[in-house]
């Protein structure tokens, strides 16, 4: 019985292994083949045979999208919207958030599901009624906008998530704490969003990688290079009759940089914030 139990054991153990390395191939070989495709020269990208593995590396792909094009200024015009949406979403959505799972008011359901609704109609829908705001306040075409913009679609997102973790935490030390002649903001930001930290930092996360990889709205509401992004820079290399694989994959290199610095800082944070944010205390 042991022996039979050891052996269906190691057969799920094998199996699970197997699909997770499946799974670790399907996510890593997309990225790794960009790379490569970034450090081959251009007579190795458009062949009759495949070529999988450079047989000569240049970064002359990378030199020539970072000298001869506008790609810098993208990529901080992606950085400046992306600091700005999360900026926006972690003022107003905190206070939401608190609100929402601290206080018991007529119509708080209905409010909680309209934050909802707005997250299941498509972001097309909102393009025209957005653009015609933007142009009668006079911020179409600027980041400050575009990061407006962002929020009407990602805030809904951020109130959600970061609510769950509020619900999480103890009410009896934010009452505790009353009793002592804290005021409520004054918990909130002593007791309660101390213990809620990971989930924030995860929240932020996630509004972050939505804000910088998103390509509709910054395709649409804006129209020079002075407030487009990089996802837009990318599409507009693309001509008639030219298709610069080689500079495209740099970019896109380039792109998911700042993607993998901000996971390898708050890594353990984040994975905490989640997994707290899966039970509920």
């Known amino acids: 019985m042991a022996v039979a139990q050891s052996r269906s054991k190691l057969i799920w153990n094998v199996l699970s292994y197997a699909v997770l390395i499946v799974l670790a191939f399907i996510c890593i070989a997309p990225i790794v083949w960009t790379f490569l495709t970034s450090i081959k020269p251009e007579t190795q990208i458009v062949t009759r045979d495949m070529v999988y593995i450079p047989t000569e590396v240049t970064i002359e792909n990378y030199v020539k999208l970072w000298s ?46 309209a934050y909802l609704v707005v997250r299941m109609f498509p972001a097309v829908l909102m393009i025209i009624p957005l653009f015609v705001l933007m142009r009668q306040i006079g911020l179409l075409d600027s980041t400050i906008g575009l990061a407006i913009d962002y929020t009407s679609f990602l805030l809904p997102l ?81 001509g008639e009759f030219q298709l610069p694989w080689g500079m495209l994959a740099a970019g896109g290199m380039i792109s998911i940089l700042p993607v993998i610095i901000l996971f390898a800082i708050v890594q353990r944070v984040m994975v905490a914030g989640i997994t707290a944010g899966a039970v509920k205390g």
């Open 68 to 113: 001869q094009s506008s790609y810098p200024t993208l990529v901080m015009n992606s950085l400046v919207v992306t600091g700005l949406t999360v900026l926006i979403c972690l003022i107003t959505g905190t206070f939401a958030s608190y609100a929402f799972s601290r206080f018991v008011f007529k119509g708080r359901t209905q409010l909680m599901l």
């Open 158 to 238: 951020f109130v959600w998530m970061l609510k769950g973790f509020f619900d999480a935490a103890p009410k009896e030390l934010e009452s505790a704490a009353r009793v002592d002649g804290s005021t409520r903001v004054g918990a909130m930001f002593r007791i309660v969003i101390p213990i809620a930290r990971n989930g924030l930092v995860a929240t932020c996360v996630f509004v972050a990688i939505a804000a910088w990889n998103e390509y509709l709205f910054a395709l649409m509401l804006t129209t020079s290079q002075g407030s487009r992004t990089w996802p837009v820079g990318l599409q507009l290399m693309v």
